[in-house]
């Protein structure tokens, strides 16, 4: 294994800037002559348009353009805004409905773009909003998760969107035959909304032979290869760039319609546009997530031992495929289904179902919390019924470690893992031995406390390709070209540690480049915790290859050798030559060896990493008011090599808030006509720090086999885990009141609900 650059501390290097208010958001670097836009959004769910007249409004002082659905058409751009679907069981792939930039005939959800606005200023903009007048046709609302309904696209009959199955269903049902034990449990996952701290943003520019797009996504290749086919422009023709993200979790991953109709309106126009969100918008028009019910069994034989495992979900695309609408609840959610148990069959059956909401799509661990969540869900219920601790139910039906590579009924190959080990370092950490004191004092109190454990485990998603570029500037630094995108996590501090690791240069010499087209060929972005794993693993076989092409330039050069380069330094035994990096780079410069000052490395990985870990938390309940409060949380991760042990805590830490939020506090809720109810921050509630005790982490790696470095990604663990960690904290704090069942979000109301209630669900 690779070892540089693995114990990594200190302040991030991006802090400053970003603590000093030197930042460059999207806001902040819009060309000062562009155009502001605003959208009209669809006011209703459901609705036939029986006019749009804009003529008054476009007359309006400073309004440049209006367009709608037939200016986009007249401009060439007819195109689907993009929506991957899957095969389907029934035959063929999941239904494809058109998505179009601007509605033209029938608007499907509240916060659909009808028009957009173009003013010289933003106060112009908004003015003539408000003087368009739309007249429309009510249709019937479909909002349930369930076939059926009132149709919303005649491709998808019953509004079913994909029929789709992974598994033995045979095996699995003869499984179920044998069992000696059956425990069944339904899960609700509300939908949430990420709530970035930027709002979505963009501008287009067109300068009369090209479109330069920024916006502040996790990735420009998708939009560069999308806004080129959509608006008919050659590929060169596209140059795509992303400023500092405050914030992504995979909300901003997707093209979404709002940018094709801005960049199709910049070129036709000749001039530079610029969209910016305001907090209502953002919660109306981002893509939702999570929003599926699933019915989970669990088969065991005499001994406790897990014989099957079958899931039945239905989930919620909202009134169009998004970009990975159709994947999240399907293929990402089976990578994990059947977790870190040795689970012989399996069957998991999903459908999508489309309902006029906004589309739902990824979010922090797209899939992987979900599953897990179910699953962990159904391992304390099945703890309970069997009459076993949870944490003993669990250790018997690990996979072990003589297993490994393990394969998944999923088709997964698990490469590594001890699960026992960090399930018992995680209840030495929470000290679960003096759970019962706790408890009692809790209880001497008038309060109710719980405790909840969930053991998760991931499949690091995404590009499995990457490239590292470094290229020796004339200035005497050296600039690395990576193909993520940083969203807040840190990624300029690793990957310039890292590589000041590699190859002895100092930190402050070293620029990461990212998020620019014209600048790096491909890269595959940032989503799936992949980042610093494919990243580092790019940089490391960079790396080799540029120091033995070195070598060899100094060897020819001096006639000395062979040079070996060991703490930064080249060497040739013997004699007294010796070069830093950068002195080798300046005397290659010298010598015409232009080639020796860019070198570019593209790899693939052997396979997917696997991060694990137990979260066990600790809850108090009042009776009296159902007000639920987080008293203690414990995380054991096995993330493999740490390359920042310190920004991997941080990562853990964001990840268990957001977890939070959805398991206690968020929820999207629409009225029966479709109507957003939670469209605000006065309506839609974000935990606060106060909300939180100190979260311990710790650290019991197994280092993967699939990368050079042994890295295991760790962005989304921590809300991977909290969900189910905290749902059965929850009822494990209810249970002794008769409360046999608890949904997210666990809010006071519901709690004090359920405990006037018991045996009710």
Not at 98 to 104: F, K, N, T
Not at 220 to 246: F, I, Y
Not at 372 to 383: P, Y
Request: overall charge negative; some cysteine.
């Amino acid at each position: 294994m690779r070892a540089f650059g693995t114990s990594q501390g200190g302040t991030r290097r991006e802090d400053f800037r970003f603590l000093t208010g030197q930042g460059r958001y999207l806001a902040d670097i819009l060309p000062d002559d562009a155009l502001h836009a605003v959208f009209l959004r669809a006011p209703v769910a459901h609705a036939r348009i029986t006019a749009l007249e804009v003529d008054e409004a476009r007359a309006m002082p400073g309004i440049r353009a209006i367009w709608t659905a037939a200016e986009l058409e007249g401009a060439g751009v007819t195109g689907s805004v993009l929506g991957i679907t899957l095969p389907d069981q029934r035959g063929g792939k999941g239904a494809s409905p058109h998505r179009p930039a601007l509605s033209r005939e029938i608007m499907r959800h509240v916060g659909e773009p009808v028009a957009l606005i173009l003013g010289e200023t933003r106060a112009q903009a908004l003015d003539a909003l408000d003087a368009i007048v739309l007249e429309y046709e009510d249709l019937p609302v479909s909002l349930g998760l369930a076939p059926g309904g009132p149709a919303i696209h005649p491709q998808a009959p019953d509004n079913i969107a994909l029929d789709w199955a992974l598994g033995d269903r045979a095996a699995t049902e003869a499984a179920f035959a044998r069992a000696a034990h059956i425990t069944r449990v339904t899960v609700r996952q509300n939908r949430v909304t990420a709530a970035a701290l930027e709002p979505r943003a963009a501008f287009a520019q067109w300068d009369g032979a090209r479109l330069h797009f920024a916006f502040n996504g996790q990735g420009v290749w998708t939009m560069k290869r999308e806004l080129a086919q959509l608006l008919g422009l050659d590929p060169d023709q596209v140059h795509v760039s992303t400023p500092d993200v405050g914030g992504g979790f995979g909300m901003k991953v997707m093209v979404y319609p709002e940018h094709v109709a801005l960049a199709a309106a910049a070129r036709a126009l000749g001039c530079a546009a610029a969209w910016v969100a305001e907090r209502g918008e953002s919660i109306a028009s981002d893509n939702g997530a999570r929003d599926l019910t699933s019915m989970a069994e669990m088969a065991f034989d005499a001994d406790n031992r897990i014989l099957g495992y079958r899931v039945n979900s239905r989930f919620n695309l909202g009134a169009y495929n998004s970009q990975f609408g159709q994947n999240i609840q399907t293929a990402l959610f089976s990578k994990v289904f059947t977790g870190v148990y040795d689970i012989p069959a399996a069957h998991l059956q999903v459908q999508g179902i489309y309902t006029n909401t906004t589309p739902v799509d990824a979010y922090r661990g797209a899939g992987r919390p979900e599953a897990i969540t179910l699953l962990e869900r159904v391992m304390d219920m099945a703890a309970r019924e069997l009459g076993l601790s949870p944490f003993a139910l669990r250790a018997r039906n690990f996979i072990p470690v003589a297993a490994f590579p393990y394969a998944t009924p999923a088709g997964e190959s698990y490469d590594v893992g001890d699960f026992a080990r960090v399930q018992a370092r995680a209840e030495e950490l929470a000290d679960v031995a003096g759970y019962g004191a706790r408890k009692a004092a809790s209880a001497a109190r008038g309060l109710l406390r719980g405790l909840g454990v969930a053991y998760y485990i991931e499949a690091i998603l995404g590009d499995a390709n990457e490239t590292a570029t470094l290229e020796f500037t004339d200035t005497g630094r050296a600039r690395l070209y990576v193909g993520t995108q940083s969203n807040g996590q840190g990624h300029e501090t690793v990957y310039a540690r890292h590589l000041a690791a590699l190859t002895g240069l100092e930190e402050g010499q070293i620029d990461i480049i990212q998020g620019d087209s014209d600048l790096i060929a491909q890269g595959g972005g940032t989503g799936g915790s992949r980042s610093v794993t494919v990243q580092s693993t790019a940089t490391i076989a960079m790396v080799d290859q540029m120091l033995a092409d070195f070598a060899a330039f100094l060897e020819a050069e001096t006639g000395a050798g062979p040079f070996a380069f060991e703490d930064g330094i080249f060497a040739a035994p013997g004699t007294n030559r010796r070069f830093a990096l950068i002195e080798a780079a300046d005397l290659a410069r010298q010598r015409g060896q232009e080639g020796l000052l860019r070198h570019s490395r593209k790899i693939r990985l052997d396979g997917r990493s696997y991060p694990n870990g137990a979260h066990i938390c600790e809850v108090e309940i009042d009776p009296e008011t159902g007000a639920l409060h987080l008293d203690r949380y414990f995380a054991v991760d096995d993330f493999g090599t740490l390359m920042n042990p310190a920004l991997a805590q941080g990562q853990v830490h964001g990840g268990v808030a957001q977890g939070y939020g959805q398991a206690v506090l968020e929820e999207v809720i629409f009225d029966a006509d479709g109507q957003l109810l939670s469209g605000s921050f006065m309506d839609y509630a974000m935990p606060r720090a106060s909300d939180f005790p100190t979260i311990r982490f710790a650290s019991e790696p197994v280092p993967s086999r699939n990368n050079p470095l042994g890295m295991k990604g760790c962005g989304e663990a921590g809300t991977v885990g909290a969900l189910a960690a905290l749902s059965n904290a929850a009822l494990d704090a209810l249970w002794a009141r008769g409360v046999r069942h608890v949904d997210m979000p666990l809010t006071p109301q519901r709690i004090w609900g359920w405990l006037q209630a018991p045996q009710g669900k």
